[in-house]
């Protein structure tokens, strides 16, 4: 992502905090007071990538800014700060309103406004458009050439018993490699039973490709899983397969597996939130996998699926591409343990911090860009770090697997054990 300049209009008190940030992040942070300042600045320089502007303070200087920075011949995005009881005011700004913009209020932390500008930033690059329901949709990514680099990497999150945080994962996984990371990810909520992705980012009558396959018969289209997903506020393209599991006979394994590796040739990461099951499309996209996180609680229920999971996998051929992740991790139970009785390496512990997952969702955001600081979006960012490790290393594609990479030495005998 190329590095912008950010037009910062913030009170003093304010702009030193964040404006460290901003430099940190590696952008230039330029201070201005007045309409006239960022006037000024638009007519000196091409790079001003988005404007962070206080509208508690002057609102009429506000206005004028933001029309600066919508005017006929630009369209900058803008991150407005506002007092949360006047958030009604801004709806709008005259009906100018542009898509990319968005509203922040006080209080917030610096840190928080970082991540939001990096998440705006990757999204102006994309061309959007906005349906009459106000969802952000993403024209279809261009295909690199085999040129560009490899293709991108297919990651499950699977457990054959539920409640242990696949969703959770998946969603803040999926946010930070976009948010953080500058990685393209597809989300996919492969669970048409339970799955709940879409609501818990606050996307409401998402377009799902039972719905788009089914619309293909009478067109003759043939929509790629690029071009039917819907794109959150975060940069993330989220697909849903179907709204109802009374309607999903369109979803041939087969071709849900071949559109889930035709956007590998679009995308850095697809990542795959599935139901707990073994049925015919779960088995297919299995197959398909380049990784398989297997989220485990420490309960007896969660390890004993968990354990089954391996089993299968051993019979499935797929076992080399699990890795456990230990969820509610600070709950008593020793992870060596864990691992020596699920028979997987742990690629990762994440803390427990329920209630601040369940506020991100109920606001229609993931963990990461909600709650920046925590140290539980630490341990997220660290599974993403080792994810990306791995595709880096190019260990799995040389025959060494996911497996071979994270047991630290561990013999395994063919059921999986350790030894």
């Not at 998946?170 to 990371?181: D, E």
């Not at 004993?304 to 456990?324: C, G, S």
């Amino acid at each position: 992502m190329a590095r912008s300049a950010i037009a910062i209009a913030l009170p003093p008190a304010e702009f030193g905090a964040v404006s460290e940030q901003i430099a940190e992040a590696g952008f230039e942070p330029i201070e201005i007071r007045t309409a006239g300042d960022l006037e000024a600045l638009l007519h000196e320089r091409r790079d001003i990538g988005l404007a962070i502007v206080d509208s508690e303070n002057d609102f009429d200087a506000t206005l004028e800014m933001y029309a600066l920075l919508h005017d006929e011949d630009r369209d900058i995005p803008a991150l407005i700060v506002v007092a949360a009881q006047a958030f009604d005011q801004m709806s709008g700004f005259g009906g100018k309103a542009s898509v990319k913009d968005e509203y922040v209020t006080r209080p917030y932390s610096a840190e928080s406004l970082r991540w939001r500008v990096e998440a705006m930033l990757i999204r102006a690059e994309m061309p959007v458009g906005e349906t009459e329901s106000g969802i952000i949709m993403s024209e279809p990514p261009t295909e690199p050439s085999e040129a560009e680099g490899p293709r991108g990497q297919i990651v499950i999150v699977f457990n054959p018993k539920g409640g242990v945080g696949k969703t959770t994962i998946a969603v803040n996984a999926a946010a930070m490699l976009q948010i953080r990371k500058g990685q393209r990810v597809l989300l996919v909520d492969c669970d048409t039973v339970t799955g709940h992705i879409a609501s818990s980012l606050g996307m409401e009558h998402v377009r799902t490709v039972a719905d788009a396959w089914t619309e293909d018969l009478d067109t003759g289209a043939d929509e790629t899983f690029a071009s039917i997903a819907t794109q959150h506020l975060n940069g993330v393209s989220v697909l849903v397969m179907a709204e109802s599991p009374l309607h999903t006979e369109i979803l041939e394994p087969k071709k849900v597996a071949e559109a889930i590796t035709a956007a590998c040739r679009v995308y850095d990461w697809v990542i795959v939130d599935m139901h707990p099951d073994y049925g015919l499309l779960n088995q297919g996209i299995f197959e398909r996998a380049d990784k398989i996180l297997v989220p485990v609680t420490p309960d007896v229920p969660a390890i004993r699926a968990a354990v089954q999971f391996r089993e299968v996998a051993v019979e499935l051929q797929i076992r080399d591409r699990l890795a456990m992740v230990v969820n509610r991790a600070n709950s008593g139970v020793s992870v060596a343990d864990m691992e020596r009785v699920v028979g997987m390496p742990s690629l990762t512990e994440i803390r427990s911090a329920g209630m601040l997952f369940v506020q991100a969702a109920n606001e229609g955001r993931s963990a990461v860009e909600r709650f920046p600081k925590e140290k539980v979006i630490g341990d997220i960012e660290k599974l993403c770090s080792r994810m990306m490790d791995t595709r880096d290393s190019g260990a799995a594609k040389s025959g060494q697997g996911f497996l071979g990479i994270f047991s630290g030495g561990r013999n395994t005998n063919p059921t999986g054990r350790a030894t």
